[in-house]
């Protein structure tokens, strides 16, 4: 199991300069698994490039895994190439809300007023499935969905194989119903998490700027180092960095976060575009 | 995630419903959908007289019994007149006014308005009772 980084900005795009080192495009990671099949997480302005790679590859079958659908996770997938070849099968798995399916709501970015063509217009063979309780299932690899404490209906994942586990949970706020003091069981995401090898967490804020934006979905860093020490997980990549930090400033963040891991606890690390971990 | 960490893990409403009950000076508790109590706050530690985190988690029948539910009329008030039993198994709302035997021995007039709680595509996840001295 090989996992890329496409983007792992926060909330908005931010090209520019000042942001070249960890980059700019929002939420998008690559799973490859042993047969070459691409599991692909989130469709933020990332999955641009990574669909200009599957297609350089010929990759035909592609499955993508939506955490939610705010906009820094959905508004890459109408310029993802992949969806406009008609040889390729998409596959489009996410959360339902209480009341519409995933298909029924993502189709609401498909159409005018937001973007001028209709899905309809589509030539890749794409079926969406709402998220099952029970695990997925590929090339030796399960993928368990779980809802996670995020405004509306979002999900966490646990990508796992026999020798490695991965939990993906770019946008978290556990925080907000406690993590100190807790059982991994009453952590939002506890089970998603727990024992994982590699863990890509929310770190959108410092402590002092966390203070101001309680509530909306995302967590300091000193949160994101608390949840991994709670639920027993190794590696720390801090993800989805806020909009208006720079790359000195997310490596002030980083160097944060090293000041709140202790001795035997693995040095957390900032995600980077083009980050590839292969967790064997 | 395995099967027993599967098991165990609480589902978000719950944890967001425990949370909620925890900031409450209202007697609450939380059932899970497998009838087993899985919390109560404070509020409700003072009328019951031990501490969740002494008691654990339990099934809802058996942490109920002691408390000898009577009607206003001083008989016996059945299972199935019980908020906390019509919201677990007719996955409704109930309201009902009736007389218990707390802690300290006391018999204190109570109201109990329990709910169940539903997540997505109608799961049902567990149930809240919250409990209104008079």
């Known amino acids: 199991m090989r996992v890329t980084i496409w983007g792992c900005r926060g909330s908005v795009p931010t090209p520019g300069p000042d942001t070249v080192g960890y980059g700019g495009n929002t939420s998008c990671v690559e799973v490859t698994l042993r047969d070459g099949t691409a599991l692909v997480l989130d469709a933020g302005t990332g999955i641009r490039a990574l669909g200009l790679a599957l297609a350089a590859r010929g990759t035909r079958r592609i499955h993508l895994f939506l955490t939610h659908l705010h906009f820094d996770h959905l508004e890459g997938l109408r310029f993802f190439a992949p969806l406009w070849d008609e040889r390729v099968t998409l596959e489009v798995w996410g959360p339902r809300s209480p009341v519409q399916s995933l298909h029924d709501r993502i189709l609401r970015a498909f159409s005018p007023p937001l973007f001028p063509l209709d899905f309809r217009d589509v030539p890749a063979q794409v079926t969406f499935h709402d998220l099952a309780a029970e695990p997925w299932q590929a090339d030796g690899v399960s993928l368990s969905a779980a809802l996670v404490l995020h405004p509306g209906p979002t999900v966490g994942f646990r990508l796992?194989?026999?020798?490695?586990?991965?939990?993906?949970?770019?946008?978290?706020?556990?925080?907000?119903?406690?993590?100190?003091?807790?059982?991994?069981?009453?952590?939002?995401?506890?089970?998603?998490?727990?024992?994982?090898?590699?863990?890509?967490?929310?770190?959108?804020?410092?402590e002092q700027e966390y203070d101001a934006k309680i509530g909306w979905g995302h967590s300091s860093v000193a949160h994101a180092v608390a949840f991994c020490r709670a639920v027993d997980a190794g590696r720390l990549v801090l993800f989805h960095h806020e909009p208006s930090h720079s790359d000195r400033a997310l490596e002030q963040l980083e160097e944060r976060a090293r000041e709140l891991t202790r001795s035997g606890e693995s040095s957390p690390v900032l995600a980077r575009e083009g980050m590839v971990i292969d967790l064997g | 995630m395995d099967t027993q960490q599967q098991h165990r893990q609480k589902h978000l409403v719950l944890i967001l419903a425990r949370e909620f009950a925890s900031n409450l000076s209202t007697p609450t508790l939380i059932a899970d959908a497998h009838g087993r109590l899985v919390f109560y706050n404070e509020a409700a530690e003072a009328v019951v007289g031990r501490r969740y985190a002494d008691a654990g988690e339990t099934p809802l029948d058996e942490w109920l019994a002691p408390f000898e539910a009577r009607t206003t009329a001083s008989g016996p008030l059945p299972p199935d007149r019980r908020p906390t039993r019509i919201a677990f198994d007719e996955h409704r709302a109930s309201h009902e006014r009736y007389l218990v035997t707390s802690a300290d021995g006391v018999e204190r007039e109570i109201e109990v308005t329990a709910f169940p709680l539903f997540a997505q595509l109608d799961e049902f996840v567990g149930i809240v009772a919250i409990f209104w001295r008079s």
């Open chain 1, 160 to 206: 796992e194989t026999h020798s490695s586990s991965f939990a993906y949970l770019p946008d978290h706020e556990p925080a907000l119903a406690g993590i100190e003091g807790r059982s991994p069981d009453w952590i939002s995401a506890g089970a998603l998490a727990r024992g994982a090898d590699l863990v890509l967490h929310d770190a959108q804020y410092f």
